[in-house]
Structure formats: structure tokens, C-alpha cells
């Protein structure tokens, strides 16, 4: 069993920051820990659920363009923790964050937690 659970998420004025947590836990996660691969997705209302940050399966991090500058991701390897830190928000950045964990050859297994909401919004 792998558990994801995010926290972090809320109403943000255009311009302002916010740090999302991804804490990974369960039996399963303890033996794929060292091969796990985790990103940062979301989805807007009525769009695609769509990548927005990862890690490489080097340890390497990718970041869209659509958040480059802006967006983060890191992780604290001693509390299972993935973080990604957001700054200079936009209302297009309203959207329900996900974090997700890959692991395998082709990262043919994937978890997903149960999301949470970012609006950005004066």
C-alpha cells in the first residue's frame, strides 16, 4: 500500500505564494522508496490533468515552462515529504494540485493523492 496526502492548498491573492506537501506513506512505499519517482500535477476545471513538476529518474528535477521561474519542486528524503513551492501565482494556476508517485521500468505503476485545491483570485 502506498498513501500520498497532500496539504497545503487554499485561497492565494494573485502574487502571493504557496507551499504544497506531499507526505508519502504505507508498507508498499517502504520497499519502492529508493526508486520512486515523484511529480506535481493538476487540473483545472474543464481541462486535462496536466504535469507541472518532477523528478527525473536521475534525481534531476523538470519543470514546465508554463511555471518555470515560479514553481519549485524539492523534496526532504528523511520525511518522505515532496514539496512544491509557488510563488508569483496567477489565476491560471487555479487548480486542484496533485502529487504523484511512478516507479518501475517504463513507470508502469503509478499512486496519485487525493489532491488538493489552489484559487487564486483577488
Known amino acids: 500500500q502506498v498513501e500520498l496526502v497532500e496539504s497545503g492548498g487554499g485561497l492565494v491573492q494573485p502574487g502571493g505564494s504557496l507551499r504544497l506537501s506531499c507526505a508519502a506513506s504505507?508498507?508498499?512505499?517502504?520497499?519502492?522508496?529508493?526508486?520512486?519517482?515523484m511529480g506535481w500535477y493538476r487540473q483545472a476545471p474543464g481541462k486535462v490533468r496536466e504535469m507541472v513538476a518532477t523528478?527525473?529518474?536521475?534525481?534531476?528535477?523538470y519543470v514546465e515552462d508554463a511555471v518555470k521561474g515560479r514553481f519549485t519542486i524539492s523534496r526532504n528524503n528523511a520525511k518522505d515529504t515532496t514539496y512544491l513551492q509557488m510563488k508569483n501565482l496567477k489565476p491560471e494556476d487555479t487548480a486542484v494540485y496533485y502529487c504523484?508517485?511512478?516507479?518501475?521500468?517504463?513507470?508502469?505503476?503509478?499512486?496519485w493523492g487525493q489532491g488538493t485545491q489552489v484559487t487564486v483570485s483577488s
Open positions: 504523484r508517485l511512478s516507479y518501475g521500468v517504463l513507470s508502469e505503476n503509478v499512486y
Open positions: 523528478f527525473t529518474n536521475s534525481g534531476s528535477t
Open positions: 504505507g508498507t508498499a512505499f517502504s520497499s519502492i522508496r529508493s526508486v520512486a519517482v
